[in-house]
């Protein structure tokens, strides 16, 4: 929380509440946070799981995610820029590769107007895209 944020719970409890209570409020809430700090800590202890974080050596790594998490580095390790491979993102062979196509793809023949006949069309669009011609298009 911010601390504009803080001064308008600040006003507004004080508003709601009144002066003369709000000091008592705030000593009780702060003894409530305490009271359930210990259950907290009480359970950790019971449950044991601090023991086997420490022996799976977990509290390590826990530790520099959290330092992560805040946007610190480890002082060991230089700040270093990632540079993403970029053949392995974008790869230019392969059925992945930017513009590949498929082996069953069909060309696109636009369907012919309506003062043409499908003969006269077709021999053109399948010479334009260099395929062989069709058994039809041999007998014409």
């Known amino acids: ?52 974080l420490d022996a799976e050596g977990i509290r390590s790594e826990l530790d520099n995610f959290r330092r992560l998490a805040a946007g610190e580095l480890p002082p060991d390790e230089p700040a270093r820029t990632i540079r993403p491979d970029r053949e392995r993102e974008y790869p230019t062979v392969g059925c992945d590769a930017y513009g590949a196509l498929t082996e069953d793809l069909v060309p696109y023949t636009p369907p012919p107007a309506l003062n043409e006949s499908p003969d006269e069309t077709a021999p ?5 895209l260099g395929l062989s011609p069709t058994p039809a298009e041999v007998k014409n």
């Not at 507004?12 to 946070?33: C, F, Y």
């Not at 053109?124 to 334009?128: D, W």
């Open 1 to 52: 929380m911010s601390f504009g944020e803080l001064v308008i719970l600040a006003i507004i409890a004080l508003v709601v509440v009144g002066p003369r209570r709000l000091p008592s409020m705030l000593r009780t809430a702060g003894q409530v946070i305490g009271k359930v700090r210990r259950m907290a800590m009480d359970i950790r202890t019971e449950s044991g799981i601090d023991e086997i």
């Open 124 to 128: 053109a669009a399948s010479a334009e």
